[in-house]
């Protein structure tokens, strides 16, 4: 069983930097990997990357490669994923969720969810 609850998000301006917080909780944390998702109004919950289990591998959607960085420590149960130059395409709920399966992109793969966290880009 692992928990997760998600943080960081917030308002930034088109251009901004943020980085969200993932915090986990269970024995076998650090033997999943983790992805984040996000979900805008009206559309599909998006692939948004993930690392693996010991952060040696890192996967990421096409519209946030090259701004977006996920890393994770494992000592503190603790996955993150700083955003770069925001656009107000990235505005979403954004949330993070474990799998057994690595690289992948698919939600239902994901065995646990956190609840999400707001990120509102402004233009």
């Known amino acids: 069983q692992v928990q997760l609850v998600e943080s960081g998000g917030g308002l930034v301006q088109a251009g901004g930097s943020l980085t969200l917080s993932c915090a986990a909780s269970?024995?076998?944390?650090?033997?999943?990997?983790v992805g984040w998702f996000r979900q805008a109004p009206g559309k599909e919950r998006e692939f948004v990357a993930q690392i693996s289990a010991a952060g040696a591998r890192t996967y990421y959607g096409d519209s946030v490669k090259g701004r977006f960085t996920i890393s994770r420590d494992n000592v503190k149960k603790m996955v993150y994923l700083r955003m770069n130059s925001l656009k107000p395409e990235d505005t979403a709920v954004y949330y993070c969720?474990?799998?057994?399966?690595?690289?992948?992109?698919?939600?239902?793969?994901?065995?646990?969810w956190g609840q999400g966290t707001q990120v509102t880009v402004s233009s």
């Open positions: 269970g024995r076998t944390f650090s033997t999943y990997h």
């Open positions: 969720a474990a799998s057994r399966e690595s690289g992948s992109v698919l939600v239902s793969t994901y065995n646990y």
